[in-house]
């Protein structure tokens, strides 16, 4: 008999235990889970290596991606990393302090701030993306293209049925 992974143990606990319940969704969701805290404990192995919690990189992606000047209201990253904007506050403080990120007032509006990558930032960001990169194309080294690519499209179609679509 194979070996069976741990969301399989557990059906077979559950299917013993609670026969008149369907545990079939558990081999999805229970290996889904599972896999979502593998993977980011992989991933943050490489944003530590720069002096990064997952947040402070999603805030600097967030930034680089915003293209030149690399700026974005606190508010605007709230949303581009899916934090409220207290959690965004503190995230910029210790950026702010490390020297890669600053914040102004905003020329358009003088009452709002604005969050820029400083050059500093950007040297960083530029070479934790490359690196993180690599480290996902390492973590998908089991799959064939093919596989990979089934994998993308089932996962979109499934996320668009439950997360609220995302704006412009």
């Avoid at 959690?87 to 102004?104: I, N, P, S």
């Avoid at 930032?121 to 293209?145: Q, W």
Wanted: net charge neutral; hydrophobic share 45%.
């Amino acid at each position: 008999m194979e070996a069976m992974d741990h969301v399989a143990r557990i059906q077979a606990e559950w299917a013993r235990e609670r026969p008149d319940v369907d545990v079939a969704p558990q081999g999805v969701i229970g290996r889904l889970h599972r896999l979502g805290l593998l993977l980011t404990e992989r991933l943050c192995l490489v944003y530590a290596r720069y002096g990064l919690s997952e947040g402070e990189f999603d805030v600097l992606a967030a930034l680089r991606r915003a293209g030149e000047p690399f700026e974005r209201a606190p508010g605007e990253l709230a949303v581009h990393t899916m934090v409220t904007t207290g959690a965004m506050t503190k995230r910029v403080d210790r950026l702010e302090r490390a020297g890669l990120v600053t914040r102004r007032r905003s020329a358009a509006d003088g009452r709002g701030r604005v969050v820029a990558l400083t050059p500093a930032g950007r040297d960083l960001i530029d070479r934790a993306f490359t690196e993180h990169m690599r480290n996902e194309r390492s973590l998908l080294e089991g799959l064939t293209a093919r596989e990979a690519a089934q994998l993308e499209g089932l996962l979109a179609a499934w996320l668009a049925q439950i997360e609220p679509p995302a704006g412009p």
